[in-house]
């Protein structure tokens, strides 16, 4: 079991404190432990003296938390501050030991003159005031505790919209750049008189699907996002025609585990857009996706001209926008457990991811 520290510890009792403090729990006690040690064996003035101090603390915390921290210290006006704790707080230590002293003259039909004893009136009113300065003392904590947990709040609800917009923003961009894309290849059969023109146009009203209702959420299954990847590859081979040496294998233990969406959408585009299956005999495209217990790997092969596309994440000083996007989500979703490596060598281009 995990040890908590000590911010966590000093949180959590803090926590229990305001709820007692809340259910009047405090009261209670305080009223008890007033009453137990009350030097005086009068018990109807011992006990008329411990409502009395138990409601001018009341009555001092709300002082404190109304006027005093709403009023000055909110407001920045720290002097101030400052200036009345220091009048106030000695003031109510005087106005409860004298609230004492005429309760027991009156309790006791005993003259002033009898009861008042400056020794003792001094000691009963330095101990109400260190016990009044202890309550000023808990007061500011609560606040500050307080004002840290609703900052806190609002920090992490602003990191979260921050990290929503700049999610948003990364979708927006790969949308129409994958339309555009489709278009034009859809163009082109049309163009060309391809049989495979009206195939094309369900595949892409399939992977439109996709990208507009099921991509709107943060994650989704992994095997919506393989479907789309397979209708991708079909359209694009659709698009060229003839055999080319493209394979997608995947070992998928649980297709329903759960991945950003459009993730691997850049990496398969590029495969094929710097792969050179049209014009190179040797050009290929493989592709695959292996999943078991809670990790996926990812992992795109194709050939490329040695110039063609320099190296994104590994040095390189350019990469497409396709890649830089990859990258940012996978940062944006991910943090620190993810991989993405990218090779280039000898025509040959590499992409391995691991979530």
Not at 57 to 86: A, D, G, P, T, Y
Not at 155 to 166: N, R, T, V, Y
Not at 186 to 191: C, D, H, L, N
Not at 319 to 336: A, C, D, P, T
Request: charged share 20%; proline share 3%.
């Amino acid at each position: 079991m995990k040890r908590p520290t000590l911010p966590n510890l000093a949180t959590a009792n803090l926590d229990l404190l305001e709820r007692l403090y809340k259910n009047g729990v405090i009261w209670i006690a305080l009223f008890v432990i007033f009453f137990a040690v009350h030097s005086n064996g009068n018990f109807l003035f011992r006990t008329i003296s411990s409502l009395c101090f138990v409601g001018i603390e009341m009555l001092l915390v709300v002082l404190i938390n109304k006027v005093l921290i709403e009023h000055f210290l909110k407001r920045s006006k720290v002097v101030l501050f400052i200036l009345l704790s220091i009048l106030v707080i000695p003031f109510w230590a005087v106005v409860s030991t004298t609230i004492d002293i005429c309760l027991l003259h009156f309790i006791t039909k005993r003259p002033f003159a009898e009861i008042f004893d400056f020794g003792v009136s001094f000691v009963v009113f330095m101990v109400r005031l260190i016990w009044f300065i202890a309550t000023f003392a808990i007061v500011l904590i609560f606040y500050y505790q307080r004002k840290e947990n609703e900052e806190k709040i609002i920090g992490d609800q602003l990191k979260s919209e921050k990290l929503d917009m700049e999610l948003r923003y990364l979708k927006s961009q790969i949308n129409p750049h994958f339309l555009f894309n489709a278009l034009n290849n859809i163009y082109s059969m049309v163009y060309t008189h391809d049989d495979n023109a009206a195939d094309g146009v369900l595949k892409l009203s399939e992977m439109l699907r996709y990208v507009l209702v099921d991509c709107q959420a943060e994650m989704i299954p992994l095997s919506k996002e393989i479907k789309y990847i397979d209708n991708f590859i079909d359209f694009q081979m659709m698009r060229m025609g003839g055999h080319r040496d493209v394979s997608f294998t995947k070992d998928v233990e649980k297709e329903e585990f759960m991945i950003a969406p459009m993730l691997l959408q850049p990496i398969i585009e590029n495969c094929f857009k710097y792969s050179r299956l049209e014009t190179h005999p040797d050009g290929y495209v493989h592709v695959s996706v292996r999943q078991a217990d809670n990790s996926i790997c990812f992992e795109a092969e194709n050939t490329v001209a040695e110039n063609a596309l320099p190296i994104a994440g590994n040095g390189g000083e350019k990469s497409g926008i396709g890649l830089k996007n990859v990258q940012q989500r996978l940062m944006l979703h991910y943090g620190e457990d993810y991989s993405f490596d990218i090779k280039q060598d000898k025509g040959i281009y590499k992409v391995k991811i691991e979530l």
